[in-house]
Every structure is written in structure tokens, then in C-alpha cells.
């Protein structure tokens, strides 16, 4: 006689996501509730639901009521949970992807979920945001995307918007996140060979990088550059582009004395004597000096 035989069948999954998707911000059978970002919008959520699909949510609403004697006490604290440095629609993006394992994201947006995904673990939700990240990349928000990259590791993303910055780079370095650029990340941009903008336009992007920096860390410009300067490729300058470098930079001392008299040096020597290979080798948008043959064995 044949055993009972067991199988494990699947009902519409569309209707299910569907279902549990009115659930998102529904007060109705709710038990806990957030008050989120300066706006102090309420958002009602199922701490099942939290628990279950977040580890973080899970830690946060196990915690005994403030004033209980009892650690383990079996009555969950009701909240309300003041978030107030999340925005509201973040928060329920969030929120939406825990209850349905979708999310609805948009440009103004996806940096901060995927901020927020990195913060509470959701491994899934951040593959969401940087695939909608790289699928939907502009000029404006390409630097913003690397940084966030970099902060949250995500090497990935990282690649991506490098070579996006690599395909437009005159216009990136225009923009008002190239500015915001951490010293660390600039580096690593300038590091690149295929960047499609010559040294000297690199050279008066650093410049304008630098003083917002300055500005705002209130540290000297010299402190603040010090990182993406040592990236500059100065010995590809033609000299009389060098006199002019010279000149600006006696009024904020941004590129070290030692790195332009290096510059000179290459242009005495015929050759990148005592220079950093990578220093004296062309990017992709270099425009053409009649110097730059005798740096080229050393490039090599």
C-alpha cells in the first residue's frame, strides 16, 4: 500500500502581495505606530509583519516598555517610535517592500531607501535601489550615487558610476554633487585615466571643489585638497599653462610648491624624472601638448 503523498502548491501570488499591500499604513488592526521625519507624519504598521521580515524591527519591538522591571515582559511596547530623520516616503517605501517584497521608488528617493535599506539589513531592498539607481543614472545625481556607493560598499554601483562619470565628465564636474564629492571618492575619480575632460579643466574643477569644501569643513584649502591633489597630473601642462596655475595658486595655496616644481622639472628634463608614472600619462579627453612625446616612454 502506497504512503500519503504531501506537495506544496502555490495560489496566485499576485493576489496575495496585492492583499497584504492594503495593510501598508492601514490603521485598521494595526499595533504599532511610527511618527516620522519633521513632519511627524504617523504611519501604522503590524509588528508581525516588521518582525518577521526585519531583524532590526524585530530587536526594536521586542524591547521591554520604558520603566518595566521586566526585560523579558511579554507585552510589546505600542510605540509611538519617533523617527524624525527619515522622510515620511521613505520610510513607507520601506515599509511597502517589508509587507509586499516590492517597492516604488523614484529619483528623489532611491538614494535615501537605499540608505535606509543598508541601516536595517534588507539585503533584497538594496539590490531593488541600486538596480533602479543604475537604470535611471543622470549628470546631476551621478556623483551623489558614487558617494553613497562608497559609504555603503557597494562595489557594484561604485563601477557604475565611474564609467558614467568617465562617459560625461565636463559636464559632471559642473555639478553641485561633484562639489559635494568627500576628498576620499574625488580621488578615486581622478585616479582614472579615461576621464573625458583635460587636466587643466581638472585642475579648476579641484580648485572649485576645494573652496566649497573649505567653506564648509571650515579647514584651510590646502588640508582639504590634500587627497585629490596628489592626483593631478600637472607635468601634462603645457608651460605657459603652468605660469597660470602659479599664479592662482599663490591666492590659496591649493597644489603644494614640491608638485608644480616637479611639473617644471618633467618639462627641464625632457622626460617625467622623479614623477609618478601615473602622473605623466594622458587621460582620454588630455588635448594634445607638443611635451607630451617625451613623457611617453615613461608612461609606458
Not at 540608505?115 to 535601489?129: F, M, P
Not at 608644480?260 to 622639472?265: P, S, Y
Request: glycine share 4%; proline share 6%; net charge neutral.
Amino acid at each position: 500500500m502506497a504512503g500519503p503523498c504531501s506537495a506544496r502548491l502555490q495560489g496566485d501570488v499576485a493576489a496575495f502581495s496585492a492583499a497584504l499591500r492594503t495593510l501598508v499604513n492601514n490603521p485598521q488592526f494595526s499595533d504599532v505606530m511610527f511618527v516620522v521625519g519633521q513632519e511627524q507624519q504617523k504611519v501604522f504598521a503590524h509588528r508581525c509583519v516588521l518582525a518577521c521580515r526585519c531583524q532590526v524591527f524585530r530587536g526594536m519591538l521586542s524591547q521591554a516598555p520604558v520603566g518595566s522591571q521586566d526585560s523579558s515582559s511579554s507585552i510589546p511596547p505600542q510605540g509611538p517610535f519617533i523617527l524624525g530623520n527619515v522622510q515620511p516616503e521613505v520610510f513607507l517605501a520601506v515599509i511597502e517592500f517589508l509587507y509586499t517584497n516590492s517597492v516604488t521608488l523614484n529619483s528623489h528617493i532611491a538614494l535615501e531607501v537605499l540608505t535606509s535599506s543598508v541601516e536595517y539589513g534588507l539585503q533584497d531592498l538594496c539590490k531593488l535601489c541600486v538596480k533602479f539607481i543604475k537604470d535611471t543614472l543622470s549628470v546631476e545625481q551621478v556623483c551623489e550615487a558614487l558617494q553613497a556607493a562608497v559609504t555603503y560598499g557597494q562595489v557594484d554601483l561604485q563601477q557604475h558610476c565611474l564609467a558614467f562619470i568617465e562617459g560625461c565628465t565636463a559636464a559632471v564636474v559642473r555639478t553641485q554633487g561633484f562639489r559635494e564629492l568627500s576628498d576620499v571618492v574625488l580621488a578615486r575619480v581622478l585616479r582614472s585615466d579615461r576621464l573625458a575632460a583635460d587636466e587643466l579643466d581638472l585642475v579648476q574643477a579641484v580648485r572649485e571643489w576645494a573652496h566649497v569644501s573649505s567653506a564648509v569643513l571650515e579647514r584651510p584649502v590646502p588640508e582639504v585638497a590634500a587627497l585629490p591633489v596628489r592626483e593631478l597630473r600637472l607635468p601634462l601642462l603645457a608651460p605657459s599653462e603652468l605660469v597660470t596655475l602659479e599664479s592662482y595658486n599663490q591666492q590659496d595655496l591649493l597644489i603644494p610648491v614640491e608638485n608644480i616644481a616637479a611639473a617644471w622639472r618633467a618639462h627641464a628634463l625632457r622626460r617625467g624624472s622623479g614623477v609618478p608614472s601615473r602622473l605623466c600619462r594622458p587621460r582620454r579627453g588630455t588635448r594634445p601638448r607638443d611635451h607630451h612625446r617625451h613623457l611617453e616612454p615613461h608612461a609606458k
